[in-house]
């Protein structure tokens, strides 16, 4: 699991920040015993879901929410996480990739938490991007390429066609990179030579995840 | 379809008048509205780092920083040849408001998409 911080200031860690840490530790271990621990028991949890807004008032309520939505994936996996703070108020974010009864799909939620004089939770706001089919996600069909540092006068071109040659027509190559050029540089590639660029994600990291499938 | 002008710049400290014309240059044409970039590469990749533009300053030409800031407010926009950044150890945390690392492929698709490209040697 990848965990950045990322305060504004250079001020020590604070309780708060460190509750929020916590609770997204535990999150994204499915440790849920753990992370209702870390909750005051009234706990006032308002979510902002695709349905609609969502309330619960107790901290068993809330972490069965949490439960309801990650206990089950299988795979599970952390695409991206992070925890900070905002003046007093705990920030963590992250995005989970999962596989369950309705196929791979992802979901990135937004928290904001106050943690009351126990160092415990007392409130959550949360929004939530709703679970996200993958549509060309199934494991068989999707090819990992690190292009690592690769730029683009050290053979990227050649080393990304030569993957994208080794898989199948619409199968997908998800390349990784952390060469600021290859950056910009891997979409225009791919679309020239005739792939569909599916999705570009910046984890946080410092790295650039580009999903292309082969088009020809 | 691309309508963007791409204005090719070689030269930084060295040269501060083949430093600054492609400036001058792409700044007329996003006063005017244009879409236009200024592609740095060679010694010029330094002018989109921070300090890079400090005391560029031909005689009978703007000075370079205060340049750099009009066309980029302007809504002009510079990249860099990655090739020329790597090789020179300049970073994406080095790099001022306005300037971007790209690779050939970049600017050649925009090339192929019919944008137009000035040369200053």
């Known amino acids: 699991m990848s965990t950045e911080t990322n305060d504004i200031g250079s001020t020590p860690p604070t309780e708060t920040r460190k509750v929020g840490a916590a609770f997204l530790d535990a999150l994204a271990a499915r440790r849920f015993t753990a992370a209702r621990s870390l909750l005051a028991d009234h706990v006032r949890f308002r979510m902002l879901l695709p349905s609609g807004l969502k309330t619960e008032a107790d901290a068993d309520a809330t972490i069965g929410r949490f439960i309801g939505w990650f206990a089950d994936g299988d795979p599970f996996e952390v695409e991206a996480s992070s925890a900070g703070e905002v003046e007093g108020r705990a920030a963590v974010t992250y995005r989970f990739r999962l596989h369950d009864a309705d196929g791979w799909q992802v979901i990135e939620q937004h928290l904001m938490l106050d943690v009351d004089a126990d160092g415990r939770v007392k409130a959550i706001d949360l929004l939530c991007s709703g679970f996200r089919s993958i549509a060309m996600c199934e494991p068989d069909r999707v090819h990992r390429f690190d292009a690592g540092n690769l730029g683009c006068a050290d053979g990227l071109a050649g080393e990304f066609r030569r993957h994208m040659q080794q898989i199948p027509v619409g199968h997908v190559l998800v390349v990784s990179t952390r060469d600021p050029a290859a950056k910009e540089d891997l979409p225009p590639l791919a679309r020239m030579m005739g792939h569909v660029v599916r999705s570009i994600e910046a984890p946080g990291d410092g790295r650039l995840l580009m999903s292309v499938e082969r088009g020809r | ?121």
């Not at chain 2, 066309?71 to 970073?91: E, H, M, Q, S, Y």
Request: hydrophobic content about 45%; proline content about 4%; overall charge negative.
């Open chain 2, 1 to 121: 379809m691309s309508d963007k002008l791409i204005f090719n710049c070689t030269h930084g400290k060295e040269d501060p008048e083949r430093a600054t014309l492609p400036f001058v240059a792409a700044n007329i044409a996003a006063a005017a509205g244009q879409e236009a970039i200024v592609l740095c590469t060679i010694e010029a990749v330094w002018l989109g780092t921070e300090s890079g533009t400090d005391g560029i300053a031909q005689p009978g030409l703007p000075v370079l920083g205060d340049l750099y800031r009009e066309f980029i407010d302007n809504g002009g926009n510079v990249w860099l040849c990655g090739a020329c950044t790597k090789p020179r150890g300049i970073t994406e945390e080095q790099l001022v408001k306005g300037s971007t690392i790209v690779g050939a492929a970049k600017v050649v698709e925009e090339v192929i998409s019919g944008a137009k490209t000035v040369a200053f040697a």
